[in-house]
């Protein structure tokens, strides 16, 4: 009996042993499958590789985007933006913002970090000069696929895009179409000068059946001239810019299209109700009052014009922006019909090309997401307006959109040629005297004291500055 139990127990302690290693054996049978996620990885990158059909976020979390933001007024809504992108891909995208002034300080000092800036602003001829080989050739990226216009980009002497135009500004005539249909008239009929001459002068020939006049008055007053030292002067300065192939600051100019800036100027001085020798006290304020208040069709002025036209409760008027529109200056030259707004803009975005590939690769991706996702064309058309993308959303800023539109219908951008005035201030001077003068005395003579002005007196101005 005793050996029959004995034999027993042995049997049973020989299945525990034979139970026990079957369990610790068990994880190392089953280790591929707790590896199955490793297995499956192909098919979790599914949205990457549908990426083309939808505008999705790329998926580059390798990398991370640095911005150093130009426009202080915008950092709430850069921020969001950059948190929401990092949400929705897990790529880290940092905004920071840059005082009031103090951009190129700030970005000398982050560009000599460690971790500087993957994406910043770089403006102009002058600043390209010096960032050069720290900005990427965008040619042929999809960001730069999606621009809707050449006019605001920056190349080097070897051709490359090396700072793309993400936002810019307009100036031209705004027009109160509502009273231009009053008058008998629409947008429609003005497409150059000579329409634009026809229909100016009939509206001043019936100022006083119509109750309103065709211009606001042109002011020479300091609050105002520069509207017209400046802004109008752009138009001959333009066109002979571009037939010279001019790119930087000439020492002197041949005011080849005077004539085309005569016959604006006169059209805007006789074909208003301010007196043409009133025009050196004539204010800024009283121009925009008598466009606001219904006495006029057409003013001069900018895009930055909406928000005292239609949203200030502060100044006596309020207009309907579905009243309003802004057309190009049109001055006589040949083509111009194919013209669109004059439009310049210091806002351009470069990429660090020092940067590595992982984070220029996900700067490009970002700015791209930026510029043709709902949540990106959004931002932008809020808080910028006119921006040079195919996929941008309508502003509500009715200037901003015909800015977007013009470019869009590819007409050719007047761009900001006064940017090249030399000794600024003190040429505009020279030239409101010589307009004042013409203004109250429009003879061949005082004219030719105009193009003295601007040409002589641009001469002067640059051997000043230059030696």
Known sequence: MKKLIALLLAVMMVLSLV????????????EPAAEEPAAEEPAAEEPAAEEPAAEEPAASAAGSVYYLNFKPEADAAWQALAASYTEQTGVPVKVVTAASGDYDTTLNAQMGKDGAPTLFNCG????????DSYCLDLTGTDFANELSTDSFNLYNEAGELKAAGYCYESFGIIVNTALLEEAGHSLDEITDFASLKTVAEDIHARADELGFDAFTASGLDGSSSWRFSGHLANMPLYYEFRDDGVTEQPAEITGAYMDNFRNIWDLYINNAAADPASLTSSTGDEAEAQFGNGEAVFYQNGTWEYSNLVLSDDLGYKMNAEDLAM?????????????GLCSGTENCWAVNAQASEEDIQATL??????????????????????????????????FCADANDLVNAGKYTVSWAFNYTPNVDSWRAGVVTALAAYSADQSDANWDEVVSACVDGWAIEYATVNG
């Open 19 to 30: 139970a026990c290693a079957a369990k610790t054996e068990e994880p190392a049978a089953e």
């Open 124 to 131: 102009n001829a002058a600043a390209l000069a010096n960032w």
């Open 327 to 339: 057309i190009p200056i049109y001055c006589g030259v040949d083509g111009e019909a194919d013209a």
């Open 365 to 398: 991706d970002f700015m791209y997401w930026v510029v043709t996702s709902d949540e990106g064309t959004a931002m932008l058309a809020e808080q910028f307006g006119s921006v040079p993308f195919k996929s941008a959303k309508a502003p509500e800023n009715v």
